[in-house]
């Protein structure tokens, strides 16, 4: 689909390298000065068509084990130490909650580009926090591991503009930080500064690419300048909070309840949490937000700076993993602060009830108000079914204070909270069913791809060069074969199936219905 052919055309007419270097010189359909994403596309290319429907899975899977690496770690910076288990359901709840709050989910993660460009960077970024965090203890591989987090943080960079000037603004913060605080933080500080150089060269690279500057003078309106640039950067930022909450209020909830209740019943937690004081807390808790709301602002720039627009959906799943990496640890936070509040009974049983109450409300919101029972009700349709349906409100309530009145009457404190997080971990299988359904569509779609793409091959094997076929809708805003026949992804096509001409009309195939929430 789209850049796909293009790649796959442009990529096997060369050599390897010299595939890799022509995209970055000259212009092409795609961005070829993104030469981590042709890298990647090329390694793809060479090891064959295979490699396509085992990607998402493959992505995925880094991604939870690099999450799990860094969180096994993070008790080497001042973080807590969680074992195995909980390091593991951590890290797939922050991939899940990533994935599954990602506006237009299935363009970057099943589309091969989309992964590349905007969700392999996510991938790449936490095997770079891992060798940084191995790096300031491992005095004797500190130098190699400097290497890789030059290595790793060039590639990350190099993957699309936005990680990387998130990533370059993220190493600077962090680098920042560990020089003002204790000295017990100094060894990361020359780590860091490998990685921030190799940050900025992939900048630099992006930039200075022919075939980018090529792209600019036929293709966008004079850039923006640096004033413009921040200044509609912080507003796109508070933009993308605001819509958060009012169009992902269930989702986001829901982090604050995984990982505050998460917090609770942790016991390495609450000894990190108690050895700091309330003020220290709360600064904590306002630095996350800080350092969130920049690494958002860095993530709007680049379309800023290039369009003056808001970024494409595509885009924000950087931003959407910045929110959710925050959520997670202003809940934690909060969950501590909560700990150090319950030091008698009644407070604790008080609260037991009122998270029942919460919990309660949060699923029964979830199951009966979201569209087909299934996604969640942001704010407005909530608002709404609140209005029309006070009665089952209420209801919820009362069910709520049942359930906090036999969890406080029956069970001890630490088993209540297990109780509370168990039923949270209904609504990963809420996401995951949302997937489930769509998998038909989905096979039916591929194997009218597959069919439409045989009846090509047998009418060039026929001898036909001129080939009309029937379309396909488009998916998720890739764009389809169309009906003429110099369309850019009709002449990619055409030289990826070596034929003259080659158009898709109407009638379409199927009437493919949107699955982006």
């Given at each position: 689909?789209?850049?796909?052919?293009?790649?796959?055309?442009?990529?096997?007419?060369?050599?390897?390298?010299?595939?890799?270097?022509?995209?970055?010189?000259?212009?092409?359909?795609?961005a070829?000065?993104?030469?981590?994403l042709?890298?990647?596309?090329?390694?793809?290319?060479?090891?064959?068509?295979?490699?396509?429907?085992?990607?998402?899975?493959l992505?995925?899977?880094?991604?939870?084990?690099?999450?799990?690496?860094?969180?096994?770690?993070?008790?080497?910076?001042?973080?807590?130490?969680?074992?195995?288990?909980?390091?593991?359901?951590?890290?797939?709840?922050?991939?899940?909650?990533?994935?599954?709050?990602?506006?237009?989910?299935?363009?970057?993660?099943?589309?091969?580009?989309?992964?590349?460009?905007?969700?392999?960077?996510?991938?790449?970024?936490?095997?770079?926090?891992?060798?940084?965090?191995?790096?300031?203890?491992?005095?004797?591989?500190?130098?190699?591991?400097?290497?890789?987090?030059?290595?790793?943080?060039?590639?990350?960079?190099?993957?699309?503009?936005t990680?990387?000037v998130?990533?370059?603004?993220?190493?600077?913060?962090?680098?920042?930080?560990?020089?003002?605080?204790?000295?017990?933080?100094?060894?990361?500080l020359?780590?860091?500064?490998?990685?921030?150089?190799g940050?900025?060269?992939?900048?630099?690279?992006?930039?200075?690419?022919?075939?980018?500057?090529?792209?600019?003078?036929?293709?966008?309106?004079?850039?923006?300048?640096?004033?413009?640039?921040?200044?509609?950067?912080?507003?796109?930022?508070?933009?993308?909070y605001?819509?958060?909450?009012?169009?992902?209020?269930?989702?986001?909830?829901?982090?604050?309840?995984?990982?505050?209740?998460?917090?609770?019943?942790?016991?390495?937690?609450?000894?990190?949490?108690?050895?700091?004081?309330?003020?220290?807390?709360?600064?904590?808790?306002?630095?996350?937000?800080?350092?969130?709301?920049?690494?958002?602002?860095?993530?709007?720039?680049?379309?800023?700076?290039?369009?003056?627009?808001?970024?494409?959906?595509?885009?924000?799943?950087?931003?959407?993993?910045?929110?959710v990496?925050?959520?997670?640890?202003?809940?934690?936070?909060?969950?501590?602060?909560?700990?150090?509040?319950?030091?008698?009974?009644?407070r604790?049983?008080?609260?037991?009830?009122?998270?029942?109450?919460?919990?309660?409300?949060?699923?029964?919101?979830?199951?009966?108000?979201g569209?087909?029972?299934?996604?969640?009700?942001a704010?407005?349709?909530?608002?709404?079914?609140?209005?029309?349906?006070?009665?089952?409100?209420?209801?919820?309530?009362?069910?709520?204070?049942?359930?906090?009145?036999?969890?406080?009457?029956?069970?001890?404190?630490?088993?209540?909270?297990?109780?509370?997080?168990?039923?949270?971990?209904?609504?990963?299988?809420?996401?995951?069913?949302?997937?489930?359904?769509?998998?038909?569509?989905?096979?039916?779609?591929?194997?009218?791809?597959?069919?439409?793409?045989?009846?090509?091959?047998?009418?060039?094997?026929?001898?036909?060069?001129?080939?009309?076929?029937?379309?396909?809708?488009?998916?998720?805003?890739?764009?389809?074969?169309s009906?003429?026949?110099?369309?850019?992804?009709?002449?990619?096509?055409?030289?990826?199936?070596g034929?003259?001409?080659?158009?898709?009309?109407?009638?379409?195939?199927?009437?493919?219905?949107?699955?982006?929430?």
């Amino acid at each position: 689909m789209q850049d796909d052919y293009c790649y796959s055309v442009i990529l096997a007419n060369r050599s390897f390298w010299q595939g890799q270097i022509d995209s970055y010189l000259h212009e092409t359909t795609y961005a070829g000065n993104r030469f981590s994403l042709t890298l990647g596309l090329a390694l793809s290319e060479l090891a064959g068509r295979w490699t396509v429907p085992i990607l998402p899975g493959l992505a995925i899977l880094l991604f939870v084990a690099g999450l799990y690496g860094v969180i096994r770690r993070i008790h080497d910076v001042g973080g807590p130490t969680l074992n195995k288990i909980q390091a593991l359901l951590a890290a797939a709840a922050i991939a899940l909650f990533t994935i599954s709050t990602a506006p237009n989910w299935v363009q970057v993660i099943y589309w091969r580009t989309g992964m590349f460009t905007y969700f392999a960077p996510l991938v790449s970024g936490t095997y770079l926090a891992l060798v940084l965090l191995d790096a300031g203890k491992r005095r004797k591989w500190r130098r190699l591991l400097m290497v890789g987090a030059f290595a790793l943080a060039l590639l990350t960079g190099g993957f699309s503009e936005t990680a990387a000037v998130v990533q370059v603004t993220a190493l600077a913060l962090a680098l920042l930080i560990a020089s003002l605080t204790d000295k017990k933080y100094r060894p990361w500080l020359f780590p860091l500064g490998a990685a921030l150089a190799g940050g900025v060269l992939a900048i630099v690279l992006l930039l200075l690419s022919p075939a980018n500057a090529t792209r600019w003078a036929t293709s966008y309106s004079a850039p923006s300048d640096l004033r413009t640039t921040l200044a509609g950067a912080l507003y796109n930022a508070v933009y993308f909070y605001v819509y958060t909450a009012y169009r992902q209020t269930l989702p986001y909830l829901f982090v604050f309840l995984f990982f505050g209740l998460f917090a609770l019943l942790d016991k390495s937690l609450q000894q990190n949490i108690r050895l700091l004081s309330n003020k220290s807390l709360v600064l904590w808790m306002v630095i996350w937000l800080g350092v969130a709301f920049l690494l958002t602002a860095a993530a709007m720039a680049p379309s800023q700076y290039v369009e003056s627009s808001y970024p494409g959906a595509r885009a924000l799943i950087i931003p959407r993993f910045v929110s959710v990496v925050a959520g997670a640890a202003i809940s934690s936070l909060a969950g501590g602060l909560v700990g150090k509040w319950l030091n008698n009974q009644r407070r604790i049983r008080l609260t037991l009830i009122a998270a029942s109450v919460i919990v309660v409300l949060f699923l029964g919101f979830w199951l009966t108000a979201g569209q087909n029972h299934l996604t969640p009700p942001a704010y407005p349709d909530m608002r709404t079914y609140v209005h029309y349906h006070w009665v089952v409100i209420i209801g919820f309530v009362f069910f709520g204070l049942i359930l906090g009145g036999l969890l406080v009457w029956r069970v001890k404190n630490q088993v209540a909270l297990a109780i509370l997080f168990g039923i949270c971990l209904l609504e990963p299988l809420l996401v995951a069913n949302r997937v489930y359904i769509a998998l038909p569509a989905f096979r039916d779609r591929a194997v009218m791809w597959d069919q439409r793409e045989e009846q090509i091959l047998m009418a060039r094997a026929n001898g036909e060069q001129e080939i009309t076929v029937r379309a396909l809708d488009s998916l998720a805003g890739i764009a389809e074969l169309s009906d003429n026949s110099d369309y850019w992804v009709n002449n990619c096509a055409e030289r990826y199936y070596g034929v003259k001409s080659l158009r898709a009309v109407e009638p379409v195939l199927n009437h493919f219905k949107s699955l982006i929430p």
